[in-house]
């Protein structure tokens, strides 16, 4: 069971231990709750317990609306982990690292230039949702949603005379891929939300010019609202700051100490025997071995190959352990592949959110033991079915 927590929609009771018999297994999400049992093993630890006076202030000292010590340590991590260059950056905090897709987009655009015409925001197919969704909502005359790279990497000669603001996602969300820049020339968000040594191989430190990052995906704290962005040139790390400080007058002082609490624990057990990211690709890797152990009887489904790969953290080849399934549908008649695992009593992510095929969605394999449980029970049944229907 799972004292003290939210209940998924298959469990219920005090400790979310009573089944809910023939129920939708729920793969929608990417919330993070694999990481869950870690952090109760690490209870003690990892508690923060402020009294009421401590943390009034907008204020932190030294640092305006940053911890130094936050800075300090994330900096420690990136460098401990060998994911990412952050000795010639500067660091921006954000409510998670959706608040700073749009901080980043604000911060490339053109500043208030009249003549200049407004930045085009890209993104690759399959892409991460959210960059478009952002962008719509915040649309302002600096700049604006223009379709994906495809559209535009054809034609060479106009990239170098428009304004893009191309996301690319590494490892990508949906398929896990990692992925670089397309389009030449132009500013690139890289977002290395998942670039952590639980969910994929680190094939060398990241290094470019805007990187996001979240504790959402490294610890699994979605709940604590807390992301990151590296930055290389110090005006555009300006601008970044300036809009987290005029939306929301800089990221929660409770959260950020929070965060620093975490990343000690984390720093402390690098490499040792309660390493999170040790932790996290036992479950992960464990995961994805089921789930393709079952999935390669189907001739009806098939999911994303990725072969072992070397990681320069565990300094090892390793298995894949990726965050999501991109899950194929092979058949003729499955046209729409959520609906097809919808009427199997799974609920997806349907690619056509990522402008792909609706022969494909995504399953999120990053929740809790349960839900993957059930999702594995439904996948099994699925795939018996379609062996013995033949
Ligand atoms: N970027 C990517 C690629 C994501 O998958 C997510 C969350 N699933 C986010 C950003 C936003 O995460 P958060 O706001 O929790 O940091």
Known sequence: GRPGCECNRCF?????????????????SGNPLFLEPYWRRHAAASAVVFSGWHRLSYITTGGRFHSVELDRHIRL???????????????VFGAGSMQLINALVYALSPDGNADSPPASVVATVPYYPAYKSQTDM?????????????????????????????????????DTALRKPVLAGSSAIVDHAYYWPHLTHIPAPADEDVMLFTASKLSGHAGSRFGWALIRDE??????????????????????????????VILANLHGKE????????????????????VSRSTRISLQKIPPQYCTYFNRIKEPSPAYAWVKCEWDEDVDCYETLLAAGIISRSGTLSEAEARYTRMSLLKAQDDFDVLLERITEFVDAEEHGR
């Open 77 to 91: 991590l990136h460098r401990a982990v060998g994911n990412a260059v952050v000795d010639d950056k500067y660091l």
């Open 138 to 174: 915040f649309d302002g005359r600096e700049y604006r949603w223009d379709g994906t790279t495809a559209t535009w990497s054809n034609n060479g000669s106009r990239n170098s005379t428009k304004g893009f603001i191309e996301f690319v996602t590494s490892p990508n969300n949906p």
């Open 275 to 294: 390493d999170i990211f040790a932790f996290g690709y036992d479950v992960m890797r464990s995961r994805w071995r089921r789930l393709n152990a079952v």
């Open 12 to 28: 219920s009771g005090p400790d979310c231990s009573v089944r809910t018999p023939n129920c939708t297994a729920d793969a929608d």
């Open 235 to 264: 005006k555009v790390a300006k601008r970044a700051l300036s809009y987290v400080e005029q939306s929301i007058m800089g990221a929660s002082r409770d959260t950020q100490l929070r965060m620093l609490k975490i990343l000690k």
